[in-house]
């Protein structure tokens, strides 16, 4: 979906400062009244209208803490995904799932190694 245009936010708040109700406004402008209300309120905090950025690239947010990632590891072989993530939330201040963990241990050519006791077929 393709975000209104600058002009038509700009158009919205003006009509709202002047005291226009929200109902009013989303069957002017034909949109609904929670974008009439989702403007506003941003005017209100910010001051400004432009929309946010869609797509493109968003860096990691371990991408400054390899050193420290790889540091636990060889202090702690056997050490978990969750209890790094216990780690990156209280040293690092970084709150992340499990996922982007994994994916960040990826990166720097880490794998799981299979416990061999995991391996072995389960009796019924």
Same mark, same amino acid.
């Given at each position: 979906?393709?975000?209104?245009?600058?002009?038509?936010?700009?158009? =919205?708040?003006? &009509?709202?400062? !002047?005291?226009?109700?929200?109902?009013?406004? &989303? /069957?002017?402008?034909?949109?609904? /009244?929670?974008?009439? !209300?989702?403007?506003?309120?941003?005017?209100?905090?910010?001051?400004?209208?432009?929309?946010? %950025?869609?797509?493109?690239?968003?860096? &990691?947010?371990?991408?400054?803490?390899?050193?420290?990632?790889?540091?636990? =590891?060889?202090?702690?072989?056997? =050490?978990?995904? !969750?209890?790094?993530?216990? +780690?990156?939330?209280? %040293?690092?201040?970084?709150?992340?799932?499990?996922?982007? +963990?994994?994916? $960040?241990?990826? /990166? +720097?050519?880490?794998?799981?190694? /299979?416990?061999?006791?995991? $391996?072995?077929? $389960?009796?019924?």
């Amino acid at each position: 979906m393709k975000s209104y245009s600058l002009d038509l936010r700009q158009r =919205i708040v003006e &009509a709202r400062q !002047e005291g226009e109700s929200v109902t009013t406004l &989303a /069957k002017r402008f034909k949109v609904s /009244k929670r974008t009439v !209300e989702r403007y506003w309120k941003r005017y209100q905090d910010t001051g400004k209208l432009e929309g946010l %950025q869609r797509g493109g690239y968003r860096r &990691a947010l371990l991408e400054g803490h390899d050193q420290a990632l790889l540091e636990w =590891i060889r202090q702690q072989p056997s =050490i978990t995904l !969750e209890q790094m993530l216990v +780690l990156c939330q209280k %040293q690092l201040k970084v709150t992340i799932k499990k996922t982007a +963990l994994f994916n $960040r241990l990826s /990166k +720097l050519g880490l794998s799981f190694k /299979k416990n061999a006791t995991r $391996r072995r077929a $389960r009796s019924a």
